[in-house]
């Protein structure tokens, strides 16, 4: 019988098998890497589209957690503002786990899967109702920047300097600003 901690090993080991095998990753080498069964895979999920779901919860109860280092408290006592600077800051630390960009990937080209991320941006980076037209548009385009610059780090198909990512971030803190 598989540990049920093992699932983390589970999840970690997917993700590394998802950066370089991609969509083409199977259950059987996933349990490879993790070093356990194919049915000890299988003990915690029934198959790919389950370790999708559990892959993309721990990538984003990790950032969040990250997240809520970066804002010293409460992600919920945060405003919108402060949760986009701390993303944008977690992104730009490039604690990026390789296989994230994979999985993404593959969560957001599948409508039925894409939804547990929808709302978790909804939730923590949607302008409030309150907020006026230009205040949510400032909102909206420090979002944008922000995944944008985890976009380009994630995949490093153009390499961004210290200073330009410095700049983003400056740039993000200004949109914000008493958001």
Do not use: C
Not at 78 to 99: K, N, Q, T
């Amino acid at each position: 019988m598989v540990r049920p901690s093992s699932r983390e090993r589970v999840i970690d080991s997917a993700l590394r098998a998802f950066a370089t095998a991609g969509e083409d990753v199977t259950l059987d080498a996933v349990a490879r890497i993790a070093g356990i069964t194919k049915q000890g895979v299988l003990y915690h999920f029934a198959d790919k589209r389950e370790l999708r779901a559990g892959m993309l919860d721990a990538v984003l109860a990790r950032w969040e957690l990250h997240m809520g280092v970066a804002v010293a408290g409460p992600l919920d006592a945060a405003s919108v503002g402060e949760r986009i600077r701390a993303y944008a800051r977690v992104s730009a630390r490039g604690d990026v786990v390789p296989g994230e960009a994979a999985l993404f990937a593959q969560v957001l080209a599948r409508p039925d899967e894409s939804t547990p991320y929808a709302e978790w941006v909804r939730r923590l980076f949607a302008a409030p109702d309150a907020a006026s037209t230009r205040d949510a548009a400032r909102l909206n385009t420090a979002w944008l920047a922000a995944n944008s610059l985890w976009s380009v780090l994630v995949n490093g198909k153009r390499r961004l300097t210290d200073d330009e990512v410095s700049g983003v971030l400056g740039m993000i803190d200004e949109l914000t600003q008493g958001l």
